[in-house]
T-cell receptor, first 114, second 109 residues
């Protein structure tokens, strides 16, 4: 039973395309996140949703649009992909959005834009 | 200045030694602190969380927090080759965790 699952695991696409990454958690958590990890392993938060509501929206190009149909799902859609979007994208969830809760990560989606 | 800074690696220790990983944070209102371990090509997994000043021990791992100095550390006793990974320090506040760049640890048999 995978706690936080993302699909696809690998995604290779051409510049200018639009793609989506899906994420689902079966932990009953209220909060879900999208993180981006670049080639230097730096992990940076992009978005956070709490009970389907956007609560954190870091400085991310508006080509990136998250969608949360319910609190167990958080998808990420990327328009007009660019070479610089190549990275590993991690979905994560936590019990609440409060300070003292740790995040559980999905296995990551390695996006390569060519 | 980065919000969360970790001691630059890579760090190499012999098997059985103590590995010491350090982290400082700049946001004084941070209340929760985490250490994640990330194996190459895998996702981060939580190994320790600490919220109050002092030490917290869990098996071979000890986390130390000093809020006055804005400093968090992780000690790994009796290091094993399986501990070889990148360790990420994170500081949490207002529902968000900010991560450091990570320190890569290699434990040599």
């Amino acid at each position: 039973d995978t706690a936080v699952s993302q699909t696809p695991k690998y995604l290779v696409t051409q510049m200018g395309n639009d793609k989506s990454i899906k994420c689902e958690q079966n932990l009953g958590h209220d909060t879900m996140y999208w993180y981006k990890q670049d080639s230097k392993k730096f992990l940076k938060i992009m978005f956070s949703y709490n009970n389907k509501e956007l609560i954190i929206n870091e400085t991310v190009p508006n080509r990136f649009s998250p969608k949360s149909p319910d609190k167990a799902h958080l998808n990420l859609h990327i328009n007009s992909l660019e070479l610089g979007d190549s990275a590993v994208y991690f979905c994560a969830s936590s019990r609440t959005g409060h300070m003292n809760t740790e995040a559980f990560f999905g296995q990551g989606t390695r996006l390569t834009v060519v | 200045q980065k919000e969360v800074e970790q001691n630059s690696g890579p760090l190499s220790v012999p098997e059985g030694a103590i590995a010491s990983l350090n982290c400082t944070y700049s946001d004084r209102v941070s209340q929760s602190f985490f250490w994640y371990r990330q194996y190459s090509g895998k996702s981060p997994e939580l190994i320790m969380s600490i919220y109050s000043n002092g030490d917290k021990e869990d098996g071979r791992f000890t986390a130390q927090l000093n809020k006055a100095s804005q400093y968090v550390s992780l000690l790994i006793r009796d290091s094993q080759p399986s501990d070889s990974a990148t360790y990420l320090c994170a500081a949490g506040n207002a529902g968000k965790s900010t991560f450091g760049d990570g320190t890569t640890l290699t434990v040599k048999p």
